[in-house]
């Protein structure tokens, strides 16, 4: 195992080494390390019997990142419906806000059609099972086009024997029925909800300002006690951030959810011309982690995107992994976000059209391949990282600049910090958690002197 | 069937009816009269689309696509399925 890929993490008087390609950490003194280091330099594996016992682990545990895919497309990650960019709700930090609130709909031919594609390809390949979810803009926005698909493909997956598992990430605004639709037909609900009233109408009012509380609770409340799993995603703001175990608590005491996923806002110019910032990213950890304490006591997962110690991967999003998404107009793209995001910064994230006539993806082979190697591209930021495996250099369009520098931003400071937090809650180090995260709370570290002790 | 041709909002559950969805299928249950209905497949998708307002146009350009027929082929296998539920009467025509 190359020496780069182990690390020891300061903590308090302590460190934390981590070798994640072995999911291996331990707790170790400033002496242990040092018998660690000589024991790597020398290759003298028998002289500390705790640096035999670790290394000897090491060796016996040895794992590899998901690999990312090669040749033709043939396992797609996933198959995404944008079934539309217009939406119904008027969020003050909405990154999407250029698109017209009224943007046209994906013609249900086109779903149709790349739903026959994605289970032909499926089938072509023996694949039994599947996944299509859906985005928008607001997907319920056009309802159409999901309560169409959801059936269609269902339907035609199982003639091939193939087994669907269908989700949608939405703003939670519509009506109860096809809230209890939504309940007993998609597997998985990412449900947009930022907390009690008081964050939810700051942050996501309707398109004419009023408050969007009452609606999304009463469908969280049906979707909770539906059949589906439900996910609710919490965006973060500098308002919020402190506030993170009590919104914690406040969900797990109104709903039955799977997990709770918070993430940090990303500011754009509607949010800044609203006055909401990102949180400080220290304080973001420092409550995510106590959130996760919160939710952990009712069996709810905390997630937060590139913090998830399970998975070992090159890419932190589905970009490079073969996803499918499928535009409005019928365009094949790796990444959700507006095209115009990625040609910011120089990307080109579309890979082949959806054929309505044929029901064919047509793919061009060259762009996917540029894609893969993309995600597969290292950055010098993240070489000496102990999160390269988890967060793997975090999104490629809005960190792209970021990870080609030799700084690490807010993105990375939480991430790293709660990277850290879950390891000593993972190997029982509850104790040394506790005192560290009350060192966090009381005296937070910037930036800068975030340690990256790299054995 | 002529209100049938216009709109399917027209088109509601039978008196007392009610049902209940799974992944496979939607149970559709008289407590009265003790009977259920098994619905599967795109009836159990039509019933949906009426639970969900869709107009019928749109019940049968959906079912067309569906089937892979026209319009119109589409459209008298649904007002077969129309008139058996009307039949059987868990659906009924809404008096306006």
């Known amino acids: 195992m190359p020496p780069a890929d182990l690390f020891a993490i300061p903590v308090l008087d302590k460190y934390l080494f981590y070798a994640p390609l072995s999911r291996y950490a331990r707790v170790i003194g400033a002496d242990e390390l040092g018998h660690l280091r000589q024991a790597l330099a020398t290759e003298d594996r028998d002289s500390d019997p705790l640096s035999a016992q670790i290394l000897a682990h090491l060796q016996l545990n040895a794992f590899t990142p998901d690999p990312l895919p090669q040749g033709p497309l043939t396992n797609p990650f996933f198959l995404g419906l944008i079934t539309t960019r217009g939406c119904n709700m008027g969020c003050r930090y909405c990154d999407f806000s250029t698109t017209p609130k009224t943007s046209s709909a994906m013609p249900v031919e086109l779903a149709r059609a790349a739903i026959d594609a994605y289970l032909d390809l499926l089938s072509q ?5 599947g996944e299509i979810q859906f985005f928008g803009g607001e997907p319920f926005f056009r309802n159409r086009i999901v309560e169409f698909a959801v059936g269609y493909a ?12 269908f989700e949608v990430t939405t703003n939670g605004l519509f009506g109860t029925k096809r809230s209890a639709w939504i309940a007993d037909n998609l597997d998985a609900v990412v449900l947009s909800l930022d907390g009690p009233a008081e964050f939810q109408n700051a942050h996501r009012p309707l398109i004419h300002g009023a408050g969007s509380f009452e609606k999304v609770f009463q469908n969280a409340r049906i979707l909770s006690e539906g059949n589906t799993d439900l996910i609710i995603r919490v965006c973060v703001t500098d308002k919020s951030a402190s506030q993170l175990p009590e919104i914690a608590r ?9 997990s709770v996923c918070f993430e940090p806002l990303t500011a754009c110019e509607l949010s800044i011309q609203h006055g909401l910032l990102p949180p400080d990213p220290v304080t973001f950890a420092a ?3 106590q959130a996760e304490d919160e939710l952990a006591q009712y069996g709810i997962l905390t997630i937060t995107s590139g913090t998830d110690l399970n998975r070992l991967q090159h890419s932190f999003c589905p970009v490079g992994k073969d996803a499918i998404l499928v535009t409005p107009e019928g365009r094949l793209n790796a990444c959700y976000l507006l095209e115009q995001e990625w040609e910011k910064e120089g990307l080109d994230l579309s890979f082949g059209r ?4 044929s029901a064919c993806f047509q793919i061009d082979a060259e762009n996917l391949e540029a894609i893969r190697c993309l995600a597969a591209t290292r950055h010098p930021l993240c070489a000496g990282c102990f999160c390269k495996y988890h967060c793997a250099g975090a999104c490629h369009v809005n960190h792209r600049a970021a990870r080609d520098t030799s700084a690490y931003d807010a993105v990375c400071v939480q991430t790293r910090l709660i990277t850290t937090g879950k ?7 509850i104790d040394l ?7 966090l709370v009381q005296a937070p570290i910037t930036a800068p002197s975030i340690p990256n002790c790299l054995l | 069937m002529s209100n049938l041709s216009r709109s399917s909002s027209g088109l509601v559950k039978g008196r007392g009816i009610y049902s209940v969805r799974d992944r496979e299928g939607v149970f559709v249950i008289d407590p009265e009269r003790q009977i259920y209905w098994r619905l599967t497949g795109l009836e159990a998708d039509i019933w949906d689309w009426i639970a969900l307002n869709h107009p019928f146009e749109e019940i ?6 569906y089937l892979d027929l026209s319009v119109e082929a589409a459209k008298d296998q649904v007002f077969k399925v129309f008139q058996k539920w009307l039949s059987d009467g868990i659906l009924r025509v809404e008096e306006t």
């Open chain 2, 60 to 65: 049968l350009q959906f079912s067309a696509l």
């Open chain 1, 423 to 429: 390891l000593l809650k993972r190997i029982q180090q």
């Open chain 1, 287 to 289: 409550m995510y982690l």
């Open chain 1, 125 to 129: 390949n023996g694949k039994q099972a």
């Open chain 1, 433 to 439: 958690y506790q005192e560290w995260i009350s060192a």
């Open chain 1, 154 to 165: 269902r339907h035609s997956a199982l003639k091939k024997g193939i087994e669907l598992h």
């Open chain 1, 250 to 258: 406040w969900i797990a005491g109104e709903f039955i959810a799977s």
């Open chain 1, 354 to 357: 959806i054929n309505p006539a």
